[in-house]
């Protein structure tokens, strides 16, 4: 059986910023004695909502592997082959800026939404793919890898097989966790499960509402961001049909945010979370 972690063409290894991702990183590196070949590139889009652990994570692999990893952020531009823009560690926008960007960029704010998940596409895949063409970088948008385990079948089912590496390899999220536990930094965000709940955009819309729920009752100011975009939406009086709400089917944030001072949980325990292209 042929390694499936050896890049045999042009490829780009998306990293989420999460340990499964990582994990995917770390065996790719070890299938090429601990250097990339020259054809392959990882890439980090940041929103500008991560937690702060998830960019230190970021940083970390990369300097304990020894590894490259480009960090990009989407940007307003009419050009959109332009729409990216490298930062570092250091400067990478850490306030939601690449988010408000993309809400603002028409004559109106619009929210993304589950039907309309533009976030997922605008502020991660193009701005990559826009980011490796000004390389001239050999890159087909459709051969990103990405972090997307066997235990997945969901998602998978939704990837090229030869996207996801560990789905071949039958990764599973123990096999994660306990590589995680063996390794000299971690991490900084609970594992519950093998789910990293607090992973992606912190308070992301896609987020079971309970999961969501229990972020801001853990810290609150995590929700100030994301009411402010909806009632910025809300005012804006071009705003049409769905727009101006993350969702429309559960509860604002304003009104989470209120339910979580009041420590008013309604909230379906069981609910499962939309999948996205983001990962873990």
Known sequence: MSNPYVITEPTCISFSGGRTSAYMLYQILQAHSGTLPD???VCFANTGKEEESTLKFVHDCSVNWGVHIHWI????????????KVVTYETASRNGEPFVQLINQGESPYLPNPVSRICT???????????LKSLGFDHNENMDW???RADEMR????????????????VTKEMVGNFWKEQSFDLGLPNMNGVTMHGNCDLCFL??????????KEKPERAIWWIKMEEDASKSKKTYGDGDRFRKDRPSYQQMYDYAKSQIDMFDQDEEGIS?????
């Open 39 to 41: 054809d392959a590139i």
């Open 155 to 170: 998602r998978a089912a939704k990837m090229a097989r030869e996207r996801t590496p560990l789905v071949s390899a039958g």
């Open 146 to 148: 990405v972090g997307i």
């Open 276 to 280: 996205c292209f983001c990962g873990d």
């Open 207 to 216: 987020k079971p509402a309970h999961q969501i729920l229990s972020l801001i």
């Open 121 to 131: 596409a605008k502020l991660k895949i193009r701005p990559i793919h826009h980011y």
């Open 73 to 84: 952020e989407y940007q307003s531009n009419e050009i959109p082959k332009e729409r990216f």
